[in-house]
């Protein structure tokens, strides 16, 4: 409750005067409520870990929250270890491989746009090769991909990014465009399902834990979506989620939504803009989140790994 003075000035008791101790507060900054909003530690800026690498793509952790991520241009896959702070290659020659994700039994799912192929890599490093073309149609390149935890179906985007290690440098047009595929539990010897097809170039993507939502960017459209997954694990109910494209991204446990390409971009559930995260690189690739508590945000950026101390753990 608030505490009141009283004056007497020549006998006569005046109004009561609202003490200081309730002096309304003066309103926050702008730069106090972003700060408040971020979800990045209070205080925490990129550390980087190593700039060794040709060009840096697709993290992943493990179930321990080691990072794992690709180096395309020197065709490795690196792990960072979280206990100890140190890298190792983990595969080399790996497929050329772009985006990471592993599955529900631990294996390391790449995209390996090598042979524009899908790869499965067992705890032993036995690598199995999930697909190989859509209807007999060379994929275009898989970039990105994530794993449905309630189902274990996998989407991939497939965009067009000619690379000069290839023998072959046909057009997309054998598969109609550069689109999104969903490859269905159990059935890796059959096609994939484009599931969608109203893109420029596809890129990043992240679904929801609830396996509910998928996000996609449209890079070259400088959009990103969200689609509603259904059932038999077709897309549905397209929505401009942000005026952004991404090259990757990740959600935290608080429905945020995390898009790269000049840094971090950070979007709230209902795609507004809540945070940016500068990196000293000339281009943000990906990002996920890793360490035993998933607060630590992983970020492959150019010739470098960074990490970011957070707020918020990771949704995945």
């Known amino acids: 409750m608030a505490a009141f003075h009283f004056l007497l000035v020549r006998g006569t008791l005046m109004l009561p005067l609202l003490a200081a101790a309730c002096t309304p507060r003066a309103t926050s900054t702008a730069a106090e409520m972003a700060a408040a909003a971020s979800p990045v530690a209070a205080g925490a800026t990129p550390r980087v870990v190593d700039r060794q690498f040709g060009f ?3 993290p992943a952790p493990d179930r321990a929250g080691n990072a794992f991520f690709t180096d395309q241009p020197n065709d490795q896959i690196w792990r960072y270890d979280f206990g100890t702070g140190q890298l190792s290659l983990f595969l080399a020659p790996a497929g050329r491989a772009n985006g990471l994700y592993f599955d529900a039994r631990g294996h390391l799912l790449a995209c390996a746009d090598g042979r524009n192929e899908l790869w499965s890599s067992a705890p032993g490093k036995t690598v199995t090769v999930l697909l190989r073309d859509a209807g007999r149609h060379t994929l275009n390149g898989p970039n990105d991909l994530w794993v449905n935890p309630k189902t274990q179906g996998i989407y991939f985007t497939d965009p067009y990014y000619p690379r ?4 072959r440098q046909a057009p997309d047009s054998l598969l109609g465009g550069r689109h999104v595929y969903y490859l269905p539990p159990g ?3 059959q ?8 893109l420029r170039q596809p890129n990043g993507l992240i679904g929801t834990p609830d396996g509910r939502m998928l996000y996609v960017a449209d890079i070259e459209a400088n959009q990103t979506y969200r689609y509603a997954i259904g059932p038999d694990g077709r897309l549905s109910n397209r929505r401009l989620f942000a005026p952004l494209g991404s090259d990757g991204m990740t959600l935290d446990r608080a429905g945020n939504v995390y898009l790269t390409g000049e840094g971090v971009t950070v979007f709230s559930p209902a795609g507004q803009r809540i945070a940016h995260i500068a990196v000293p690189e000339k281009w943000t690739a990906n990002v996920c989140f890793a360490g035993p508590n998933r607060k630590t945000l992983f970020i492959t950026a150019s010739e470098g790994v960074y990490l970011l101390a957070m707020r918020v753990a990771g949704a995945q």
């Open 191 to 198: 096609p994939p399902v484009r599931v969608a097809d109203q």
């Open 187 to 189: 059935h890796h010897s």
């Open 164 to 167: 000069p290690y290839w023998t």
């Open 56 to 58: 840096t793509e697709g």
